[in-house]
């Protein structure tokens, strides 16, 4: 590089450490109001909050990084695709076309439409009375619909939607990748129906000391390896994970004594997101590059350590025994391929957030296709109820019986977030199309497991992954690392297999 | 006033609202760093921090507040001293003129000079060798002189340094102070040491349990008045307590198994500084108002509540009964009595921060005195050890055995802070001279404490020191609720009573 392109280079490090300073003390103000924050802060809080987001916007957004970024654009154009350099001009161009096209007064009336919304999704959820959110529903698609015009799109508008939290994604190959999953997954669910006396599962039931849940689970993500020098967990109502930076990245977990999968689960799906936080190169820190590629491959992190390692059957293998020596009481008479069939007990239910594996995603493709109908007019939201029961029971073959348990469950769509549920569905998609490449690589992976040896997996995951960040899009990873986009077959076959031994099913569906 | 007023104060306040809100964040992740955040967040939250503190200074120091200074000044001319309006501008301008009278490059040497000099004092200290830290503590006394000289002083240059902690004091006050101080508390110190065997404190260090300890000491605090809606107790090193915003006030204690006083007394201390945040008035709050009066100001409540409530008879003869049903063990045939006198025990220490009642000002005493003398140019860096241990022995009549439990104990000669000591006896001052007008008002103050009631004595604070925040300078409060400036007197004869009678001291002590 030329000594004038390190120079304007540094210039622009230098304001986009100072945007992800803010946005870092941001995340932990909010991390704060999750765990520890006396309920009287919370006026404070939202002020704090609003005012470090606007500077940060509000730097991020000034013709200083425009200027920056097109002098560095000439500059770097002679660099590998995948240096440090061209990554953060070509990263940090998208960010900053995005936050720039979006108008100002758009972004507040959005800030200003979540917030007016949320106590009123919260009561509607509550009294089970769609009605009275069907209003902020129409609001939240007029400002979806708004905002898609803003950011421009080629074919539908929830392409623009898709594209800002999976970038280089697009409706089209995400609804091949969802009829595809339909095809596969609504005939093993209800196969997985007619057999579920195959698995019992109800010695997660029994009542499992919390604080020994606790610091059992704690002691398992530090096995799996999340380094806890760089790192905490706490307990908060919502679990989740979050990053300050290289040196500390955070997991909250929550527990409860009548169901065992709530804290061990939550924390291993939470020290995924963090191992792939810690694993992030240092060269990148404090710039846009310093984040997961998107939430779909985020969420890859968390599923591929929560499920395709956490509920194998190797993993239980060498982690029960230590398991029944912390709980000899509830876990008496239980051998490990009772405990490991326990909790992988699939069953569909109302609920996404407690899906199983198998039915989780036809949460999601629900969603989506809802999504897609409300943006593009032909369903209005008086009907979204309807349309949500109908489909609910063709997908998963139960008749949700309120919205509380149906369309009224999730928070998002309290605030202006459409395009944000298939992440979820990308990350399952992507843990076993990312395990299939493993496993190829790695043939004694499930011995490793077995024998409580996690380093060589993480190593994998941190030198094709983790250490990356943001400089590829989901699919440009995935290419570099599987030789393939997105697909859904590897997944499909990886529950097939699964449940279908699970559950002695017909090899017909596991083919 | 006019609307012309009402907007351009409009404009003023939203500014200082953000530099509020930036410099809360700070705070929060300031807490954090002392309470939860793990050993590898150290160099990020450095960095957050500084970009943080960066941004606010910079917007605080902006010509646009000048200007809106300037007009405002005109326009609230003709508005009480005490309104909010002339409060605000009054204090902004303070605040304003002396952050701008300060180049950013002396801002940024104090910030280095800092950073680089408090691992060498930890060295130092740790090795008990001052000829280390000596370069360190000659670069802080010039920085020093720097800052006096650039806010100017009519007197002397500790002038400049004590008015920017303690507003409107000046060195010859507080040396009039000390000098009457001096006189009276040294002669109790000698008169208690000969009679340091009539206070047995051996219960005191039988052995505690922490969580109970932990426990008790919220219970108490909580009886006291400290709101936990808006507030919390987490474990720190070094127990502290910080506000960001009315509706959260946090204190942090400690807790030793093997030495009581340190954890119930910690909490009671931090609780009056968290009562004095929360007693604050929403009006005033996100301007540079919400706050102490000053550093003094702060510490006379802490002191107030631990010392001259919480350390009185009538305060154990209410809590003692329950003290003992939590520890039946290690209280066993001691009787409130003897309790209140072991948690009086009075005797000259090396350290500050663990020095009692009687002895703490003439640690401060000692401090003052060098710091004057350092910047005066009338005591070298170098002589500083024999100069402490001289004086030491004089005020205390202990020989110092090292530079540890001397002259390298406290960490705020490795930043660049002079002027700060005085605080800590400005504060015991207060404490009695406010408790002075309190017991005229309230002449029944010592049955209420007995029957646990403190909603009084809180109110009272409120309404005379709490509320206002930092509208007056310390002298001003005072002069308003007392009819006097600070004066040594009320804390000598409290003293002389109060440890006269403890160790039987004769009268002549105690007029």
């Known amino acids: 590089m030329a000594g004038n392109t390190s120079e304007k280079l540094q210039q622009l490090r230098q304001i986009l450490a100072e945007v992800t300073d803010l946005n870092r003390a941001a995340m932990l103000l909010e991390w704060d109001q999750e765990t520890y924050m006396p309920a009287g802060g919370v006026q404070g809080r939202a002020d704090q909050l609003s005012t470090l987001l606007r500077l940060s916007h509000v730097r991020f957004i000034s013709d200083e990084v425009g200027r920056l970024l097109e002098s560095l654009e000439d500059e770097v154009a002679g660099l590998a695709f995948e240096s440090d350099e061209a990554s953060i001009v070509r990263v940090t161009r998208r960010d900053y076309d995005q936050a720039c096209k979006l108008p100002p ?15 009123v999704w919260e009561k509607a959820r509550h009294d089970e009375n769609f009605t009275l959110f069907a209003p902020y529903l129409e609001k939240n698609v007029e400002l979806n619909r708004r905002i898609a015009d803003a950011l421009g799109y080629k074919d539908k508008p929830y392409d623009a939607l898709i594209d800002r939290s999976e970038p280089g994604m697009t409706t089209a190959e995400l609804a091949a990748i969802f009829a595809e999953l339909k095809q596969a997954i609504v005939p093993l669910v209800a196969d997985i129906a007619r057999h579920s006396e195959a698995v019992d599962d109800s010695v997660l039931y029994r009542g499992f000391d919390p604080d020994l849940q606790l610091s059992y689970a704690l002691d398992v993500v530090k096995r799996l390896g999340y380094d806890l020098v760089r790192g905490r967990q706490d307990i908060s109502t919502h679990p989740f ?36 936080n810690q694993g992030m190169s240092t060269e990148i820190d404090r710039t846009p590059l ?17 499920n395709v390692v956490g509920r194998s059957l190797p993993f239980w293998r060498h982690f029960y025994p230590s398991l029944q020596a912390v709980f ?9 391929t009772a405990f490991y069939r326990a909790v992988n007990k699939s069953q569909p239910s109302f609920i996404r957030v407690e899906a199983d594996e198998v039915t989780y995603n036809m949460h999601v493709l629900l969603r989506f296709e809802l999504e897609n109908e409300l943006l593009e007019g032909t369903l209005k939201v008086k009907d979204v109820p309807e349309a949500w ?14 919205d509380r348990e149906g369309a009224l469950q999730d928070i998002h769509w309290s605030f202006v977030s459409f395009g944000i549920f ?56 995935l290419e570099r690392v599987t030789g393939k ?12 297999k699964k449940f279908g031994a699970l559950y002695g099913l017909q090899a017909a569906h596991r083919s």
């Open 485 to 496: 986009p997105l697909t859904a077959a590897p997944w499909i076959a990886y529950v097939q």
């Open 105 to 119: 007064d758009l972004v507040a009336e959005i800030a200003r439409a979540g917030s007016v919304a949320r106590p």
């Open 241 to 276: 994970s979050t990053g300050f930076g290289p040196g500390d990245v955070r997991i909250t977990t929550r527990v409860s004594r009548d169901f065992f999968n709530e804290c061990l689960f939550g924390s291993i799906h939470e020290s995924g997101h963090a191992m792939y």
């Open 328 to 336: 000899p009481e509830p876990l008496r008479g239980v051998d490990v």
């Open 389 to 402: 029961n109908t489909r609910f029971k063709s997908y998963l073959g139960l008749d949700v019986p309120n």
């Open 290 to 306: 310093w984040d997961g590629a998107s939430p779909g491959v985020h969420e890859s992190q968390s599923r591929l350590w929560e």
């Open 422 to 477: 298939p992440g979820y569905t990308i990350g399952n998609l992507i843990s076993a199309q990312l395990m299939e490449k493993i496993r190829a690589d790695m043939p004694d992976l499930d011995a490793q497991i077995e024998q409580g040896q996690f380093a060589t997996l993480l190593s994998w995951l941190r030198k094709y992954v983790h250490r990356h960040g943001r400089k590829f899009t989901p699919n440009e990873l």
